[in-house]
């Protein structure tokens, strides 16, 4: 079993920068693709990034391409999302899954594991 535990979220001003962490228990990540997703009330789960195993191939979604960096550190067993320019639209709660990696990022399904959830709020 794997266990993920976000931190970082919070209250922003817009433009502001946040730094999530999600770490992750277990012996295996070392070979978990890694993702985020936010959700927003009333809305769908997105796709934020996502991230192979060994850090090789990155992937992001539209709305927060060239403002969010996604990386890992196998040794922490950790994944961070830097989130920069941040916008009111970001608000949300963002969650880290990871899975075996499949060669699928972006889809909720792709992933076995997730994250309680770290609430982000931008205000404008």
């Known amino acids: 079993q794997v266990q993920l535990v976000e931190s970082g979220g919070g209250l922003v001003q817009a433009g502001g920068s946040l730094r999530l962490s999600c770490v992750a228990s277990g012996r295996t990540f070392s070979s978990y693709a890694m993702g985020w997703f936010r959700q927003a009330p009333g809305k769908e789960r997105e796709f934020v990034s996502g991230?192979?195993?060994?850090?090789?191939?990155?992937y992001y979604g539209d709305s927060v391409k060239g403002r969010f960096t996604i990386s890992r550190d196998n040794a922490k067993k950790t994944v961070y999302l830097q989130m920069n320019s941040l916008k009111p639209e970001d608000t949300a709660v963002y969650y880290c899954?990871?899975?075996?990696?499949?060669?699928?990022?972006?889809?909720?399904?792709?992933?076995?594991?997730w994250g309680q959830g770290t609430q982000v709020t931008v205000s404008s």
């Open positions: 991230i192979s195993w060994n850090g090789g191939r990155t």
């Open positions: 899954a990871g899975n075996v990696d499949s060669g699928i990022y972006d889809e909720p399904h792709a992933y076995n594991y």
